[in-house]
């Protein structure tokens, strides 16, 4: 039989007691519980345990200490079901325990993947340029359901994304040199595919845009590739064959085809002096 001889409250943690215990050798600090397990199991000095209840106490109190841990990682945000558990698991709590706290947050609707989804996605939508398809992807990864993911994305329409890219493409427009608009609007769409975007939205809200195009710097975006080009093909090639490798070169680089004819026509001029 084990007796309680003393129970104080922690200095660092008003919420946690410490209770002093006698087995027949003296008084001796014996383990520390948290105040509502204290009072729901009614803990105070003389009461006498056995050690199957000291054992089954202290296993409630490591399940109230896993439920706190959730409780304070909740507090940031928002987190999925599988977001809590790794987190959990990380902190090593017991699986029992891990089990039992996230069926309780389930049902207390603290932990909801399909309201998560639905807050991640428009948290996302206002402070980062996101788009569907990489918004479901880290939303399959944080191991939220498909089904709960396609009802969040309904929440950010095509008319929402086009627009959001035509502010983001207005504000690129402006483009450095040495490269030709074309070329720059790929740059461009390559980058937003990566973000995310499907293809039709991109080409959508790229309409919407007008890129101006300044004959000078095209031209001198033009010598430049030319002029890197050259320094890769002249060594190889010589007439016709230098003309058309050129040709095609500066043709995928997005320049047009009257200014490509113009610069070889001006580079052979120039090597005939």
Do not use: C
């Amino acid at each position: 039989m084990i007796k309680i001889t003393k129970v104080s409250v922690q200095k660092r943690s008003k919420e946690r007691y410490n209770i002093f215990i006698d087995r027949g050798q003296g008084e001796e600090y014996g383990f520390s519980v948290d105040e509502d397990i204290l009072i729901k199991i009614g803990l105070r000095k003389g009461l006498e345990i056995e050690e199957d209840e000291l054992k089954e106490i202290l296993d409630k109190d490591e399940e109230k200490k896993t439920h706190h841990l959730a409780l304070h990682f909740l507090s940031y945000r928002m987190r999925s079901v599988k977001e809590m558990m790794e987190y959990l698991q990380k902190k090593e709590r017991e699986p029992k325990h891990i089990d039992t706290v996230v069926k309780r947050l389930l049902d207390q609707n603290l932990l909801n993947d399909e309201m998560f989804a639905a807050s991640y996605i428009e948290s996302k939508k206002l402070t980062l340029l996101k788009g569907p398809l990489k918004l479901k992807q880290e939303l399959s990864q944080k191991g939220v359901g498909q089904a709960h993911i396609e009802t969040a994305l309904e929440g950010f329409t095509e008319d929402e994304q086009i627009d959001k890219l035509i502010k983001w493409i207005a504000k690129k427009e402006s483009r450095k040199p040495k490269q030709s608009v074309s070329a720059y609007k790929q740059k461009l769409a390559g980058q937003l595919m990566n973000k995310g975007f499907t293809h039709s939205i991109i080409e959508q809200a790229m309409r919407e845009v007008t890129f101006e195009v300044d004959n000078e710097e095209e031209w001198e975006a033009l010598t430049y590739q030319a002029s890197k080009l050259k320094r890769k093909y002249s060594s190889k090639y010589e007439g016709y064959e230098y003309q058309q490798r050129m040709k095609q070169a500066l043709y995928q680089k997005g320049f047009p085809i009257d200014m490509i004819n113009e610069y070889l026509s001006r580079e052979k001029e120039d090597d005939m002096d």
